[in-house]
């Protein structure tokens, strides 16, 4: 049996508290990856682009890995993002 090599991420972060913003925005993103290191990374990347946050100034709440998936679902998700 082939073992599947990317799995689905769910990670959680925010920003860090400031004076002016002490309860800041929380952001959730579900990611493929290979592991969770690599996981975080896709986040802060995604998050720098779309929200202006950066790793130095954010947090990373939470790491979940999703329920067990099959290799056509994963194929199937990657060529909805190809189309």
Do not use: C
């Not at 090599?5 to 290979?34: C, N």
């Amino acid at each position: 049996m082939v073992s599947f090599r990317f799995h689905q991420y769910q990670v959680v972060g925010r920003g860090l508290p400031t004076e002016s913003d002490e309860h800041p925005k929380i952001f959730r993103m579900k990611l493929w990856a290979t592991n969770e290191v690599r996981a975080k990374s896709k986040f802060w990347y995604f998050l720098r682009k779309l929200k202006k946050v950066k790793k130095s100034n954010g947090q990373v709440l939470a790491i979940n890995e999703e329920g067990e998936t099959t290799k056509q679902e994963a194929e199937d998700h990657i060529q909805g993002f190809k189309a």
